[in-house]
Protein backbone atom coordinates (compact mmCIF):
# COMPACT_ATOMS: atom_id res chain seq x y z
CA UNK A 1 0.00 0.00 0.00
CA UNK A 2 1.64 3.41 -0.89
CA UNK A 3 2.60 5.57 2.25
CA UNK A 4 0.31 8.28 0.97
CA UNK A 5 -2.98 5.95 1.57
CA UNK A 6 -1.35 5.14 4.82
CA UNK A 7 -0.88 8.58 5.92
CA UNK A 8 -4.53 9.34 4.66
CA UNK A 9 -6.10 6.26 6.73
CA UNK A 10 -4.42 7.40 9.77
CA UNK A 11 -6.16 10.96 9.77
CA UNK A 12 -9.15 9.81 9.57
CA UNK A 13 -8.41 7.46 11.90
CA UNK A 14 -7.38 10.28 13.77
CA UNK A 15 -10.55 12.40 13.10
CA UNK A 16 -13.07 9.46 14.23
CA UNK A 17 -11.23 8.67 17.24
CA UNK A 18 -12.24 11.81 18.67
CA UNK A 19 -15.93 10.69 18.96
CA UNK A 20 -14.77 7.78 20.97
CA UNK A 21 -12.37 9.33 23.24
CA UNK A 22 -15.16 9.27 26.15
CA UNK A 23 -16.55 6.16 25.58
CA UNK A 24 -13.10 4.29 25.98
CA UNK A 25 -13.08 2.16 30.00
CA UNK A 26 -9.28 3.66 31.34
CA UNK A 27 -8.96 1.35 34.42
CA UNK A 28 -6.21 -0.94 33.87
CA UNK A 29 -4.06 -0.62 37.27
CA UNK A 30 -0.74 -1.56 36.78
CA UNK A 31 2.36 0.99 36.57
CA UNK A 32 3.43 1.78 33.12
CA UNK A 33 7.26 0.69 32.47
CA UNK A 34 8.03 3.29 29.62
CA UNK A 35 6.38 6.24 30.62
CA UNK A 36 8.02 9.11 29.43
CA UNK A 37 8.35 9.81 25.70
CA UNK A 38 12.62 10.15 26.06
CA UNK A 39 12.47 6.68 27.45
CA UNK A 40 10.78 5.18 24.97
CA UNK A 41 12.44 7.18 22.18
CA UNK A 42 15.78 5.61 23.28
CA UNK A 43 14.49 2.24 23.64
CA UNK A 44 13.05 2.80 20.16
CA UNK A 45 16.48 4.08 18.75
CA UNK A 46 18.61 1.74 20.23
CA UNK A 47 15.97 -1.32 18.91
CA UNK A 48 15.99 -0.07 15.43
CA UNK A 49 19.87 1.00 15.16
CA UNK A 50 20.52 -1.92 16.48
CA UNK A 51 18.55 -3.89 13.73
CA UNK A 52 20.16 -1.96 10.92
CA UNK A 53 23.71 -2.36 12.36
CA UNK A 54 23.54 -6.08 11.90
CA UNK A 55 21.75 -6.48 8.61
CA UNK A 56 24.90 -3.80 7.38
CA UNK A 57 22.50 -0.58 6.59
CA UNK A 58 24.87 1.33 7.91
CA UNK A 59 23.47 4.36 5.91
CA UNK A 60 20.22 4.73 6.96
CA UNK A 61 20.35 5.41 10.78
CA UNK A 62 21.13 8.72 10.76
CA UNK A 63 18.42 9.27 9.04
CA UNK A 64 15.76 6.98 11.80
CA UNK A 65 18.02 9.11 14.15
CA UNK A 66 16.85 12.14 12.54
CA UNK A 67 13.21 11.03 12.04
CA UNK A 68 12.76 10.19 15.44
CA UNK A 69 14.45 13.12 16.96
CA UNK A 70 12.25 15.34 14.58
CA UNK A 71 9.02 13.15 15.49
CA UNK A 72 10.01 13.56 19.53
CA UNK A 73 10.39 17.12 19.00
CA UNK A 74 7.24 18.02 16.99
CA UNK A 75 5.67 15.51 19.68
CA UNK A 76 6.78 17.62 22.57
CA UNK A 77 5.92 21.12 21.06
CA UNK A 78 2.69 20.17 20.49
CA UNK A 79 2.25 18.97 24.07
CA UNK A 80 3.03 21.79 25.10
CA UNK A 81 0.97 24.07 22.96
CA UNK A 82 -1.97 22.04 23.07
CA UNK A 83 -1.56 21.07 27.02
CA UNK A 84 -4.65 18.41 26.35
CA UNK A 85 -5.05 17.22 30.22
CA UNK A 86 -4.56 13.28 30.04
CA UNK A 87 -7.56 11.33 30.93
CA UNK A 88 -6.34 9.95 34.40
CA UNK A 89 -8.32 7.49 36.41
CA UNK A 90 -7.40 5.61 39.72
CA UNK A 91 -3.93 4.29 40.72
CA UNK A 92 -2.38 6.03 36.68
CA UNK A 93 -3.35 9.64 38.27
CA UNK A 94 -1.24 8.96 41.65
CA UNK A 95 1.72 7.33 39.42
CA UNK A 96 1.77 10.10 36.79
CA UNK A 97 0.98 13.26 37.34
CA UNK A 98 3.27 15.32 35.11
CA UNK A 99 2.62 15.90 30.97
CA UNK A 100 0.24 16.26 28.66
CA UNK A 101 -1.81 13.63 26.84
CA UNK A 102 -1.42 15.16 23.05
CA UNK A 103 -0.33 13.60 21.06
CA UNK A 104 1.21 10.44 22.74
CA UNK A 105 4.88 10.39 22.43
CA UNK A 106 5.21 6.83 22.27
CA UNK A 107 2.96 6.12 19.20
CA UNK A 108 4.62 9.01 17.24
CA UNK A 109 7.78 7.79 17.98
CA UNK A 110 6.57 3.73 17.35
CA UNK A 111 4.83 4.70 14.12
CA UNK A 112 8.06 6.76 13.41
CA UNK A 113 10.61 3.43 12.99
CA UNK A 114 7.89 2.25 11.02
CA UNK A 115 8.69 3.24 7.21
CA UNK A 116 12.36 2.60 8.28
CA UNK A 117 10.90 -1.23 8.06
CA UNK A 118 8.71 -1.18 5.49
CA UNK A 119 11.88 0.28 3.26
CA UNK A 120 14.47 -1.86 4.28
CA UNK A 121 12.77 -5.21 6.17
CA UNK A 122 9.28 -5.96 4.89
CA UNK A 123 9.24 -9.33 6.99
CA UNK A 124 9.60 -7.26 9.87
CA UNK A 125 6.94 -4.24 9.56
CA UNK A 126 4.41 -6.88 10.82
CA UNK A 127 6.31 -7.54 13.81
CA UNK A 128 7.11 -4.05 15.00
CA UNK A 129 3.36 -3.31 13.71
CA UNK A 130 1.88 -5.67 16.42
CA UNK A 131 4.11 -4.62 18.75
CA UNK A 132 3.43 -0.93 18.43
CA UNK A 133 -0.57 -1.13 18.74
CA UNK A 134 -0.69 -3.36 21.74
CA UNK A 135 1.77 -0.48 23.24
CA UNK A 136 -0.23 2.43 21.95
CA UNK A 137 -3.91 0.51 22.76
CA UNK A 138 -2.56 -0.13 26.68
CA UNK A 139 -1.99 3.85 26.93
CA UNK A 140 -5.48 4.36 26.16
CA UNK A 141 -6.77 1.40 28.21
CA UNK A 142 -4.42 2.13 31.13
CA UNK A 143 -6.29 5.94 31.21
CA UNK A 144 -2.77 7.68 29.77
CA UNK A 145 -4.27 8.36 26.87
CA UNK A 146 -7.08 9.37 24.65
CA UNK A 147 -7.53 7.39 21.36
CA UNK A 148 -6.88 10.11 19.59
CA UNK A 149 -3.85 11.36 21.39
CA UNK A 150 -2.39 7.58 20.00
CA UNK A 151 -3.90 7.97 16.43
CA UNK A 152 -2.56 11.47 15.83
CA UNK A 153 0.69 10.52 17.38
CA UNK A 154 0.58 7.08 14.72
CA UNK A 155 -0.41 10.06 12.07
CA UNK A 156 2.65 12.45 12.74
CA UNK A 157 5.39 9.97 13.62
CA UNK A 158 4.61 7.81 10.32
CA UNK A 159 4.15 10.94 8.26
CA UNK A 160 7.67 12.77 9.13
CA UNK A 161 9.88 9.38 8.50
CA UNK A 162 7.49 8.78 5.27
CA UNK A 163 8.59 12.94 4.53
CA UNK A 164 12.02 12.23 5.26
CA UNK A 165 12.35 8.63 3.42
CA UNK A 166 11.10 10.54 -0.18
CA UNK A 167 13.47 13.75 0.50
CA UNK A 168 16.12 11.17 0.97
CA UNK A 169 14.95 9.53 -2.68
CA UNK A 170 14.51 12.61 -4.22
CA UNK A 171 17.78 14.41 -3.23
CA UNK A 172 20.04 11.27 -2.76
CA UNK A 173 21.71 12.44 0.57
CA UNK A 174 22.16 8.61 1.50
CA UNK A 175 21.90 4.79 -0.44
CA UNK A 176 21.94 1.67 1.58
Same mark, same amino acid.
Given at each position: ?11 LLFLISLAFDSSIPNNFEVKNIL ?28 ? #???? %???? $?? &??? =??? /? ?52 ? #???? %???? $?? &??? =??? /? ?26
Amino acid at each position: MKRIYIILILALLFLISLAFDSSIPNNFEVKNILNSTFQWGAFVTVVITLMFILYKKYKTIPL #IWIS %LLLS $SL &IAW =LLK /VIVKRPRPFTGITEIILKEGYSFPSGHATVAFAALPFLEESFPRFKWIWLIFIV #IIVL %LRVY $SG &IHY =LSD /VVFGAFLGYSISSLIIWLNKKYNVMKD
